[in-house]
T-cell receptor, first 115, second 117 residues
């Protein structure tokens, strides 16, 4: 298994540009999430999905959209990039519902810079 | 909403010594899970140890152990016989056992651990 994969690893955007961060997992996990990591703030949840066709907002959803058309893929879209969205983005997945206490597996991260 | 606090932005330890990283959390729930994740310079998040809130026994994983104090809402990580490879950012994380939480993790701010040879 490749686990959780993310592309690209690095990206530089200009303010106002749009782009999609890709996330895929080959473990047949139902639960997938997107986090952003900023210095001194830990990881904050952007959006999450409990299964194909179902998504919901996390702590910091503004400026981001997600969709979950398949179990494997959970792309994150930046509609109009802003410098405040400069961050490292992590995708994560887990197999069981929260009551099962399953471990979340993280992708390698995408470092995004918005000029 | 749950919050997780790590009050030590940086810690250092001598190789082979023991170090304890602190974590406190706030929740009104009785059933939840707590985790420590390690993030080395490669940025990959690696699970170190987990604790179920309903278990009184502290979790142990080789050189890593926790001191879980449910009433005090404290969850510290002890690293024994520290090794150079333990140097990393460590994150404490909380996860509700409720189905509606969507498996989300709430993270602390992180503690940067330096291991001195």
């Amino acid at each position: 298994n490749a686990g959780v994969t993310q592309t690209p690893k690095f990206q530089v955007l200009k303010t106002g540009q749009s782009m999609t961060l890709q996330c895929a997992q080959d473990m047949n996990h139902e639960y997938m999430s997107w986090y952003r990591q900023d210095p001194g703030m830990g990881l904050r949840l952007i959006h999450y999905s409990v299964g194909a066709g179902i998504t919901d907002q996390g702590e910091v959803p503004n400026g981001y959209n997600v969709s979950r058309s398949t179990t494997e893929d959970f792309p994150l879209r930046l509609l109009s990039a802003a410098p405040s969205q400069t961050s490292v983005y992590f995708c994560a997945s887990s197999i069981q519902p929260p009551s099962g206490g399953a471990t979340q597996y993280f992708g390698p991260g995408t470092r995004l810079t918005v000029l | 909403a749950q919050t997780v606090t790590q009050s030590q932005p940086e810690m250092s330890v001598q190789e082979a010594e023991t170090v304890t990283l602190s974590c406190t959390y706030d929740t009104s729930e009785s059933d939840y899970y707590l985790f420590w994740y390690k993030q080395p310079p490669s940025r990959q998040m690696i699970l170190v140890i987990r604790q179920e809130a309903y278990k009184q026994q502290n979790a142990t994983e080789n050189r890593f152990s926790v001191n879980f104090q449910k009433a005090a809402k404290s969850f510290s990580l002890k690293i024994s016989d520290s090794q150079l490879g333990d140097a990393a950012m460590y994150f404490c994380a909380y996860r509700s056992a409720l189905e509606t939480s969507g498996s989300r993790l709430t993270f602390g701010e992180g503690t940067q651990l330096t291991v001195n040879p």
